[in-house]
């Protein structure tokens, strides 16, 4: 028997509903019963929602629980090359990307299961990973909510092991609310009655409250800043809780940010897994690696069209808190080793491009603009380099990003530059598809 592609499994599901974003819990929960309710055969799960940082944040869970000898399933979205990257199954050794094979029949049953009703794609999909998950051996499942939390697809799961809320700001208003209070409510809805919760450090408003929420439903709390502490000293990393001191190499995931998701990960895993080794933190921290957030691209094809000697980074940040991290780690970079830096930046529609840039401001000599190809509607990169020029900015439009790299390589520098490619997850995925690289 002939298996189907995934892909053309894929592209019909995304024509069982008008919308590409309908949040609702009662598809779902429809589909899932009639597969037979796999979301309560799952392991222990840790259910990590939030606005910035869950991807890195389950990158260091995975790494030191797969260090320390434990199967471990992930679900993140969206996925960058390959829709493959969203669903990672516990195999000896340490997890991987669901092989196609395996895909392809999974999708099959929850297509045919379905039977033509109405259901979004994240929807099908998110359930076709929890049929993959309840199936397959694993010691615990990192399940990344989609959009929002309250009525994410994956707020299916009524009993997670631990509930993890990261850093919460604006972003996806047209979906989740226009005020951090809003958003973080939506966030909110991963909290379970009894089931502990880690917040990362967060502002006022939005801690308000998601404690409100959590003290509501009787959900214990542990929030960064009072009851965990990680942070950087003498060129190695701290953290501290009421159980103890762990001295640990810094992570190789750059970026001062990284130290927020290093500990909120590591205060997920210790509550819910007290005994894991001072082994597995060691390893797991500096094995951990999240592909398209601060991604070096020193070598592949697009470094070849930069200029000799440049520094090439990729990171797919897209909103206001993405771009005060990224420009704090660029101005990190330059206070050790100074170069000019160029924002290669697209953006979509949705995105306040405004918001993102005015973080550079200092720090980037120039802002090279460039659409994003594919479906996905992006801002025209005349009008970004004109909002660009009025916050003080030299701005030029490009044909895209192999265009701005080759014209930057036409240029002579006095000391090679520090180039950040930008603004989209969307546009992190073309550009790791340009490299030729493929998320593992």
């Not at 998110?126 to 994410?152: H, I, M, N, Q, S």
Request: glycine share 10%; aromatic share 6%; hydrophobic share 45%.
């Amino acid at each position: 028997m002939v298996t189907t592609a995934p892909d053309a499994i894929l592209a019909r599901l995304l024509d069982l509903h008008p919308k590409r974003i309908d949040l609702s819990l009662g598809r779902i929960q429809r589909l899932l019963a009639a597969l037979g309710e796999p979301e309560r055969r799952l392991p222990p799960v840790i259910h990590v929602a939030g606005t910035n940082g869950k991807g890195s944040t389950i990158a260091f869970m995975r790494a030191i629980l797969e260090a320390a000898g434990l199967g471990v399933h992930v679900y993140t979205s969206p996925h960058l090359v390959h829709f493959r990257e969203r669903i990672r199954l516990a195999a000896p050794g340490g997890g991987r990307l669901v092989e196609d094979e395996v895909l392809s029949k999974a999708l099959d049953e929850i297509e045919r299961t379905n039977n033509g009703y109405p259901i979004t794609f994240f929807e099908a999909t998110t359930a076709t990973a929890l049929k993959l998950f309840a199936d397959t051996p694993a010691d615990v499942l990192l399940l990344e909510v989609g959009l929002g939390g309250r009525f994410d697809a994956t707020n299916v799961v009524d009993e997670p092991a631990c509930a993890v809320v990261t850093p919460v700001s604006m972003d996806h208003v047209e979906f989740l609310g226009d005020t951090i209070e809003k958003i973080a409510f939506e966030k909110a809805g991963v909290i379970k009655s009894g089931v502990p919760v880690i917040f990362a450090a967060q502002s006022e408003a939005a801690l308000g409250v998601l404690e409100r929420v959590a003290d509501r439903l009787r959900a214990p709390v542990s929030l960064q800043g009072q009851d965990f502490l990680c942070r950087a000293e003498r060129g190695r990393m701290v953290y501290e809780d009421v159980s103890g001191l762990l001295d640990l190499p810094l992570p190789r995931l750059p970026g001062r940010h990284q130290l927020v998701n290093a500990g909120v990960a590591m205060a997920a895993v210790r509550k819910v897994f007290p005994d894991l080794p001072l082994g597995a933190f060691e390893t797991g921290v500096v094995r951990a690696s999240w592909p398209g957030r601060l991604q070096n691209l020193g070598r592949g094809r697009l470094a070849k069209l930069a200029p000799p000697g440049a520094e090439l980074w990729l990171d797919g940040g897209h909103n206001e808190a993405g771009g005060r991290v990224l420009a704090e780690a660029m101005a990190d970079f330059e206070e050790k080793a100074p170069r000019p830096l160029i924002l290669v930046y697209g953006s979509l529609l949705a995105k306040d491009s405004q918001a993102f840039l005015r973080h550079f401001g200092g720090l980037a000599s120039k802002i090279m603009t460039v659409p994003m190809a594919g479906e996905h509607i992006g801002r025209k990169p005349e009008d970004v380099a004109e909002l660009a020029r009025t916050l003080g900015f030299r701005a030029k439009a490009c044909a895209g990003v192999e265009a701005a790299l080759s014209e930057l390589a036409e240029k002579s520098w006095p000391e090679p530059p520090r180039i950040l490619i930008a603004g989209s997850l969307y546009l992190a995925g073309e550009v790791l598809a340009a490299d030729g690289r493929s998320p593992d």
